[in-house]
């Protein structure tokens, strides 16, 4: 027969991997828009020395 | 006349941002293959577990909400200490690191409430109480959403670093609230069982599940913050490299 608790257990253990997975999609979505700014600005034909970006903040 | 030696570990070494994008591609990997690999093996272990006299099968919760409410209290404390790193030392990354740390510990936070809730009505017959532990965690959550918002708000990312900052050491006083709230009130939280004067109070059938599910979340937590850390840093360039794309337009 199957615990009473079984079902919360499951929820419990669910909503973590769940709310990990979104986390997750959400960080790696932010980096590749990042990357895809990175990438445009570097193609628009500025006045500005594009490579000194590596230190720059 | 004393020299410091030249091959000493230097912090301040990872206030340049291309050595620490260098640091983070390298180490970044490594992390996530550990937490992987802990989280899994920890995993088995928490399933494999007996399950306990009083609690049964629920004990199993504990694997993921202990870890969860231990990573938003150390999360908020690294955001406090790198409020100190912006306002006294002037760390260049320290703000970056207050402003990476707090969506995730948010999430931490936020996963460790609703674990705590779904554990709650199985052993005390409700989803939630106002006690002194849960009220004090809530208020961890607030804090953590606060402080996105701020950060957020301007225009500027840099404008938000020392308010932030402060707000960041001002809730700060909430950690040791958290912690000692079960001893100092009368709760429906059970009080601590790993780290007491007395000695741990769980069973090594538990406790080695426990402590191999923490450190894989740990590591999972650090993978998530030095990534995100890289986007941060990544993001600041932009907004820098626009700055001076529009300053050169405005005086060529």
Known sequence: MMSPYFFYVLAAYSVTGFSLLILSIILIL???????????????????????????? | MSKLPVTSWNFFKFSNPGIFLRFIDRFLPW???????????????????????QQELSVRIMFIHVPFA??????????????????????????????????IGATFTF???????IWAKPMWGTWWVWDARLTSVFLLFLMYLGIIVLTRSFDDPLKSARPAAVIALVGFIDIPVIKFSVDWWNTLHQ????FRLDGVRIHSSFL??????????????????????????LRRRIYRMRFLAAMSEEFP
Request: aromatic fraction near 18%.
């Open chain 2, 70 to 103: 231990w990573i938003s209290m150390f999360c908020y404390s690294m955001m406090a200490f790198s409020g100190l790193g912006t306002l006294i030392w002037r760390h260049p990354l320290a703000d970056l690191s207050l402003k990476t740390a707090a969506p």
């Open chain 2, 208 to 233: 080695i599940p426990l402590m191999v599910m923490g450190l894989g979340f740990f590591l999972l937590f650090f993978s998530f913050y030095l990534f995100s850390m890289r986007t941060q840093i």
């Open chain 2, 111 to 117: 996963i460790a409430l609703l674990t705590g809730c």
């Open chain 2, 31 to 53: 992390l996530c293959f550990f937490a992987l690999f802990f989280l899994s093996l920890g995993l088995y272990l928490s399933f494999t577990a007996p399950p306990d006299y």
């Open chain 1, 30 to 57: 932010d980096y590749k828009s990042c990357l895809r700014e990175e990438e445009e600005l570097s193609q628009i034909d500025g006045s500005f020395d594009h490579s000194a970006k590596k230190d720059m903040m």
């Open chain 2, 191 to 194: 009080p601590a069982s790993l």
